[in-house]
């Protein structure tokens, strides 16, 4: 027997209250059911409510981040920088949560614990971490790809006596920093920002480095009440550009090959990309640059030179300049003066591939030549990507399969929005899905979503789960999209590896790696053909 409507809390249920979760909350109100979000946080933001370390901004154009769906709030909201902070994004979420009233239907300080799909009744049971429990038809995780902290696997973090925080638990009380002894471990995007900005009021900072990482200038700037005027001109033609272009960047690919183009044209080209502001250079570059091994070496000496340039010890500048991927492979950190900070005499680069850590003490952390006293320690250490945030919670399906299980023996999706024996569960950003300038990809998710939703309702069909066939389909479609880029033989968190974690050596297909269009293209035909790969009842 079906539940009836009124016999389930909700019609649906929304994990995490970020950007993806506010823009899913506020269509499936517009199709008048019951919803109801539950955060972990105290306040809304996801991403930008739990990462406050020193620096945290964006690193896609703020104007590009923001929401496309309403024109009075693109009218009214004006960006103060290109690229904006935290606190400004964060304000930025709070506004659209308060404007659109959506706090009314967002329960905070609700952690989920875990989530059944009973099928007698084609529902979901959320229960939180204090033992409450509701059910609802559909369950929609909007709990982000890079979200669950990873802490590195050293022996005798408990043992410090000073402060330690994560990049991505960063306290909302202030953290004093200036004339203190501080270590970073970690120079990814975080630790490059965390890094530049503290360099400057520490009392000595100390950057435990094991892979360094390509990282091209932010060339950042103020929007004055003009400059926001002529953007705001430009939204439709902006949000149109990025809809057009591989990854939703205002961003795409210079139609050339990197050696069609003669030897001082082409560095002339990189020079001009080099000063321009964001991915330019990453998503703007030569056709070839991220496919043809020969012209990606190309680049990758270019931007090595300009490390070096920037660094005035030479030693040191080697040290900084990857020899393990090509520029672009792995994801690029965008920086202010990050490469100067260690041209200061309070920044001291320890390669622990040459100098391993070897554990963390009550007074600091013992390296094979020496232990050094630190007041603070700052992991910049990443997330479990793709899988973390899915893991955390208790999510089982049809005969009680666990995701976790299901994910670890083989990870496929379908779209990166089903996956197989989880009916009713959508997911915003799942693996496999495409990735790119997130929230113009997660509003077109969450309008699909929203439309397979509002299909059923006028429908009557109470259950979606899609095939094996279909499934078995989208991962051979994923696999074929992204085979010839290089970072395919790279190991990062965009291939799954993660050697802060057991079992996370080797290499999978993690994500969608194909363009917007094709992406897009894919789900388009699932629409016209009636949803029919996902088994409506």
């Not at 809390?9 to 539950?38: C, H, K, N, P, T």
């Not at 909007?142 to 802490?151: A, E």
């Not at 955390?392 to 049809?398: F, P, S």
């Amino acid at each position: 027997m079906i539940l009836a409507k009124t016999e389930l809390d909700f019609d649906a249920i929304v994990i995490g209250a970020g950007i993806s979760g506010l823009y899913m909350l506020y269509r499936l109100r517009e199709l008048g059911l019951r919803v109801r979000v539950f955060e972990r946080g105290t306040d809304v933001g996801g991403t930008w409510y739990w990462n406050r370390y020193p620096g945290a901004r964006f690193d896609s154009e703020s104007y590009t981040y923001a929401y496309s769906f309403s024109q009075e709030l693109l009218d009214e909201w004006d960006w103060s920088e290109h690229f904006a902070s935290q606190p400004e994004t964060l304000r930025y979420l709070q506004h659209v949560a308060d404007k659109f009233d959506l706090r009314t239907d967002i329960q905070f300080s609700s952690e989920v614990k875990s989530a059944y799909y009973d099928d007698a009744s084609r529902s979901w049971e959320v229960q939180l971490r204090d033992g409450s429990k509701y059910r609802s038809r559909f369950l929609i995780t909007g709990i982000g790809t890079l979200s669950y902290p990873v802490w590195p696997k050293i022996e005798g973090i408990e043992s410090f006596r000073g402060e330690t925080f994560h990049t991505a638990r960063w306290p909302h009380t202030p953290v004093e920093v200036e004339g203190k002894r501080v270590a970073v471990i970690g120079t990814g995007a975080s630790g490059v920002q965390v890094i530049q900005t503290i360099c400057k009021t520490v009392g000595h900072l100390t950057v435990f480095q094991r892979r360094p990482n390509w990282c091209a200038p932010l060339n950042n700037g103020r929007i004055g009440p003009d400059e926001m005027e002529v953007i705001r001109a430009g939204y439709d033609a902006m949000f149109a550009r990025c809809s057009e272009t591989r990854g939703g960047f205002i961003h795409t690919a210079d139609p050339r090959l990197t050696f069609e183009v003669a030897e001082e044209e082409r560095y002339e080209f990189w020079e001009e990309l080099y000063a321009s502001r964001g991915f330019g250079i990453w998503q703007g570059n030569f056709y070839d640059t991220l496919t043809d091994k020969k012209a990606n070496k190309a680049i990758s000496d270019f931007i090595a030179d300009k490390i070096r340039e920037r660094v005035d010890d030479p030693v040191v500048a080697e040290k900084l300049i990857p020899k393990d991927h090509g520029f672009g492979t792995r994801r690029v950190p965008l920086e202010t003066h990050y490469f100067e900070s260690y041209n200061r005499e309070n920044v001291e680069l320890i390669d622990i591939t040459e100098t391993p850590i070897e554990r963390i003490t009550e007074n600091g952390i013992l390296t094979g030549e020496k232990e050094m006293e630190f007041d603070l320690i700052i992991f910049a250490t990443g997330f479990d990507a793709i899988f973390g945030s899915f893991d955390a919670i208790d999510i089982r399906g049809v005969n009680r399969r666990r995701l976790k299980e299901q994910w670890h023996e083989e990870l496929a999706t379908f779209l990166g929005i089903q996956t197989r024996n989880f009916p009713n569960m959508f997911m915003v950003m799942g693996p496999h899905a495409i990735q790119g300038n997130n929230p113009r990809n997660i509003e077109y998710k969450v309008e699909w979503i929203t439309r397979v939703i509002k299909h059923m309702t006028e429908q009557g069909f109470t259950r979606a789960e899609v095939g094996s066939d279909a499934q078995e389909g989208w991962h051979e479609y994923v696999v074929e999209q992204g085979k010839d880029l290089l970072m395919r033989g790279v190991d990062s968190w965009m291939t799954g590896v993660n050697r802060n974690l057991e079992g996370r050596e080797r290499r999978i297909i993690a994500q969608y790696t194909g363009s917007m269009q094709t992406f897009r293209r894919r789900c388009k035909e699932v629409e016209a053909g009636g949803y029919r790969e996902l088994n409506l009842k």
